[in-house]
Every structure is written in structure tokens, then in C-alpha cells.
Nanobody
Framework: QAQLVESGGGLVQAGGSLRLSCAAS????????LGWYRQAPGKQRTLVAE???????NYANSVEGRFTIARDNAKNTVYLQMNYLKPEDTAVYYC????????????WGQGTQVTVSS
């Protein structure tokens, strides 16, 4: 399976922006859907956004209009541009991949911390 490595997390003030990147390497030919999930302390991991290889995207309601997911297939990289960040966006953000939207077998990156101060 592919290895996923995230970068770009950090500390930002409310209203600010961050851009996360996730590079996939190894067995990338089976990747169809790339995405971002997040997990806050004491909470479950939840979807932030996903994009498939046709460019179709879906977002959590809480980030719609503020976050944008994009992918560069030539670089096997997925990005998450996060604007107008809120303290409630604070979480560990995980890159994910799966072979199709019908698959519930996820491959995960190691996670990157995003902290939004008020």
C-alpha cells in the first residue's frame, strides 16, 4: 500500500490560513480517493474533505466554503487549503487514501497538528 506523508500543520490565529500537503509514495496506482480527516482530543476521527481521481470533491458541512481540497496526480499529492480558521478547527489532521468511494479500507498518514488560537 502507499505511504502518506503530511506536512504544513502548525499554530495560527483565528481567521488565518494554513495549507496542508500530503505526498503519496509506493503503491499509488490503486489510489482513487484522497482525503483529509481530523481528530480532536476526546473525539472521533471525522471527514474534512475528499477528492477522487475525476476531481469530484465532498466536504464536511463545517468546512464548506472555507477549506478547499485539490490534488496533483502527476505528483501524487493532495492539498488542503484552510482559510478563515476557527478554534474549533484545532485537531490532528490525517491524510487518507482508498481505492474507491465504495471501499472502507483506509490508508492513513501519521497526522499533522493544526492549532487555532482565539
Amino acid at each position: 500500500q502507499a505511504q502518506l506523508v503530511e506536512s504544513g500543520g502548525g499554530l495560527v490565529q483565528a481567521g488565518g490560513s494554513l495549507r496542508l500537503s500530503c505526498a503519496a509514495s509506493g503503491s499509488t496506482s490503486r489510489i482513487n480517493v484522497l482525503g483529509w480527516y481530523r481528530q480532536a482530543p476526546g473525539k472521533q476521527r471525522t471527514l474534512v474533505a475528499e477528492i477522487d481521481d475525476s476531481g469530484t470533491t465532498n466536504y464536511a458541512n463545517s468546512v464548506e466554503g472555507r477549506f478547499t481540497i485539490a490534488r496533483d496526480n502527476a505528483k501524487n499529492t493532495v492539498y488542503l487549503q484552510m482559510n478563515y480558521l476557527k478554534p474549533e478547527d484545532t485537531a490532528v489532521y490525517y491524510c487518507s487514501s482508498r481505492s474507491s468511494r465504495r471501499s472502507y479500507t483506509f490508508n492513513w498518514g501519521q497526522g499533522t497538528q493544526v492549532t487555532v488560537s482565539s
